[in-house]
């Protein structure tokens, strides 16, 4: 069963939403509690401060002021309508003896609280329970505490006019919170429509079309991938160019002999009176074309293998000066018939992980080409040096040279800079694409210096020491560029 995924958008503008929603009801809740907190304590000092005049009242016109008419009574009174609550005073004896609702006003009463007030166990008793607030302070002359003051004040104003004022901060909250879900759908729209962007190409490039490319995006990583992606494509674009001109050159290379045979089988075959000379001297020039157009396929063998990634390097600690004297010895003959000097200089003794038959074929490449596309009587010098991680081969010769329009194509296949000449020599246009193809699987390099009419100098950089999962991931991603 395929797997589900869900859409950036979605996943950003949900984040977005739950976060902002949280964030906002914890800043409600947490601005709500704070703010009742504040107003308790607000009023619980007020009532402290209307306690203590009650106290000072008692003090200068004793507890007979606390009759109807009396002064501590119209305080007691306009303290308890103020804070919608109950004020009593109760004397000494635990007598109250001013009630503001006026139901036990001279009656007596037993309650733990005043008693812990009255005989000094406590200062203050102060008491916040769901809706109502309570203090009870003792009230003291000279001689010591001769009663007490209780007051119970309500809370529910307070809670009234805060659930009014929390409302509408709760509306206008509601309000704000629509318009950011709003901005939010407008921002993860606009974040992911040059993704949206991206992958419409993507699936244009996916049917096959790569000319098309990314214009310039409003992001910076956006803008990064699109440039990556037109690169991709670029290659891509390039890589399918090279396929169709390599199957239209192979197509080509390899029915040029095969034409020629045919012409020579037709032209012997139509001539009635050749005779045995003429059959030989035909039946020559065809197994010419036949040697051709093997070379031609083994050269391609060649190269479909070096390219392959079933096609595991064989990497060994080599002598590579003994490999540089085997090629030197083996080209000299050839070297030798056209009055070329070929000069090898070793500087240093190296020993480096390699896989001596095919690096051979490479750099023997390299070599041979020195000499077929040189001056009679000219020169070849080789060389070999290394530092603590690469050593270098260097192939300069006295040659024709190659154009500077041909440098960055010679390493193409089937390219010749002089197709008459290569002929001539035999080559087929796959020597230097084998070479690079063979340097680039030992994690080298090759650099070509040239100038046309006064030769042609080839430099390979390799590491004496291979990565061995490296150079098998590199293999691998060359083989299915090249499968692309």
Known sequence: MKKR???????????????????????????FFLVSDRLKKGMLSSMQGE????????????????????????????TAVRNNGRVMIVSRDYEIVKDT?????????????????MTGKRQEYVSMNGDSIRIIQPVRDDYGITGAVVVKASLMMIYNSLYKQFAMIGAVILIIFSLDILVILRISRGTVKDLDNINEQMTHAVQGNLQERLTDQRFSQTQEF???????????????????????NVSHELKTPITSMKVLAESITENEGADVEDYKEFMGDIVEEIDRETKIIND???LVKSDSQGNDLNFEESDVNEMMETIIKTVTPLAARRSINLEYESFKEVMAEIDKVKLSLAISNLVENAVKYNIDSGWIKCSLNSDNKFFYIKVADSGVGIPEDAKDKVFDKFYRVD????RDTGGTGLGLSITRSIINSHRGT????????KGTTFTVRIPLKQD?????????????IDKA
């Open 468 to 480: 061995r999962n490296r150079t098998q991931l590199l293999t691998e991603a060359d083989a299915t």
């Open 226 to 248: 699109a440039e990556n992606f037109n690169e991709i494509l670029s290659r891509l674009s390039s890589i399918d160019q090279t396929r169709s001109e390599f199957v239209s």
């Open 300 to 302: 391609l063998l060649t």
């Open 5 to 31: 995924h869900i859409s950036i958008k979605t996943y950003i503008t949900t984040s977005l939403i739950i976060l902002l929603g949280i964030s906002q009801i914890a800043i409600f809740f947490v601005s």
């Open 101 to 117: 609702q006026g139901d036990r006003t001279g009656s007596y009463i037993v309650n733990k609280n005043i008693m812990d007030v």
């Open 51 to 78: 306690v203590s005049e009650i106290i000072e009242r008692l003090n200068d016109y004793g507890y007979e002021a606390c009759e109807e008419d009396g002064r501590v009574s119209y305080l007691a009174d306009e």
């Open 446 to 453: 090759i650099k070509l210096y040239s100038e046309s009419g």
């Open 419 to 422: 197709k008459a000449r290569s």
